[in-house]
């Protein structure tokens, strides 16, 4: 199996800058790509970006396009968002999730415990 552990949530300002961290152990061998989402209070958790673990090819959700980046490092098992440009509609507890040969590409069978972000106007 797959453990994700995020941290790296806190308090911000709008405008300013946050990076995330997503400690992957276990059977990484398995895993397609990598994905952080994203969850906000009463609202459906949404896709925020992607990573495919091999060859680092990215994809992101219209409206973080520009503003934040996915990113990993292989070699220390590990997958970040670097968010910029941070506005209060980005306040959410974020989450890491493995894209894993336990099911077909695209759907993410292993999750983390979530982080909390919080942008302040």
């Known amino acids: 199996q797959v453990q994700l552990v995020e941290s790296g949530g806190g308090l911000v300002q709008a405008g300013g800058s946050l990076r995330l961290s997503c400690a992957v152990s276990g059977r990484t061998f398995s895993i397609y790509g990598m994905g952080w989402f994203r969850q906000a209070p009463g609202k459906e958790r949404e896709f925020v970006a992607a990573?495919?673990?091999?060859?680092?090819?990215?994809k992101y959700a219209d409206s973080v396009k520009g503003r934040l980046a996915i990113s990993r490092d292989n070699a220390k098992n590990t997958v970040y968002l670097e968010m910029n440009s941070l506005k209060p509609e980005d306040t959410a507890v974020y989450y890491c999730?493995?894209?894993?040969?336990?099911?077909?590409?695209?759907?993410?069978?292993?999750w983390g415990q979530g982080t909390q972000v919080t942008v302040s106007s």
């Open positions: 990573i495919t673990w091999s060859g680092g090819m990215t």
């Open positions: 999730a493995a894209d894993t040969v336990v099911t077909r590409r695209g759907t993410y069978d292993y």
